[in-house]
């Protein structure tokens, strides 16, 4: 069975500085996806990054940024330069069907 | 940029009662999803859609829960006799092998 596990469930930064939520995850396969979801209070469900696990490269989407380490199953995502926009609750989510997710991590942006 | 919508925004329904919450996926997407969300909880898989069937579907998608693609672009979730507990915002999501699945923007649904 797949698990996900996000640790933090409220995360704060200032405006224009960096946060760095945390995801761990398990599954059997050796193929698979991994990726992060932003859900403003509006509650629609937004792709903001994703990282194929054969590749070594951690994946890069403008200010975001993940630390895919494989071997110990972690993926965190990394905000850079936050801004107000950005807060909402996000989400880690691996796929192999279907998407399994963490319970998420809610990230207030202090102006 | 192509995106999933969903039709209604917000259902109220009465316990018992018959609800299809309806899709239109991106139009050159394969792969199909219904997913729901409890307020205050996390997202949960219900069924995934692939080729005209269902390929998977997890414990809550019961008897009382069916999908179709009814036509080139429509992709329907029903819930048959409604219960309290069902009243969740419903996600629909399509994807292209391996690119992430791109979500609707929900169905509120709320059983009184």
């Known amino acids: 069975a797949q698990t996900v596990t996000q640790s933090q469930p409220e995360m704060s930064v200032q405006e224009a500085e960096t946060v760095t939520l945390s995801c761990t995850y398990d599954t059997s396969e050796s193929d698979y996806y991994l990726f992060w979801y932003k859900q403003p209070p509006s509650r629609q469900m937004i792709l903001v990054i994703r990282q194929e696990a054969y590749k070594q490269q951690n994946a890069t989407e403008n200010r975001f940024s993940v630390n895919f380490q494989k071997a110990a199953k972690s993926f965190s995502l990394k905000i850079s330069d936050s801004q107000l926009g950005d807060a909402a609750m996000y989400f880690c989510a691996l796929n192999d069907y279907k998407l399994s997710f963490g319970a998420g991590t809610t990230v207030t942006v202090r102006a | 940029e192509p995106e999933v919508t969903q039709t209604p925004s917000h259902q109220v329904t009465q316990m018992g009662q018959e609800v299809i919450l309806r899709c239109v996926p991106i139009?050159?997407?394969?792969?199909f999803y219904w997913y729901r969300q409890i307020l205050g909880q996390k997202v949960e898989f219900l069924v995934s859609?692939?080729?005209?069937?269902?390929?998977?579907k997890s414990e809550i998608f019961d008897d009382q829960f069916s999908v179709e693609r009814p036509d080139g672009s429509n992709f329907t979730l029903k819930i048959r006799s409604t219960k309290l507990e069902d009243s969740a915002m419903y996600f629909c999501?399509?994807?292209?092998?391996?690119?992430?699945?791109?979500f609707g923007p929900g169905t509120r649904l709320t059983v009184t």
């Open positions: 139009s050159n997407h394969l792969y």
């Open positions: 999501a399509s994807s292209y092998p391996d690119l992430g699945q791109y």
């Open positions: 859609f692939y080729n005209n069937e269902i390929s998977e």
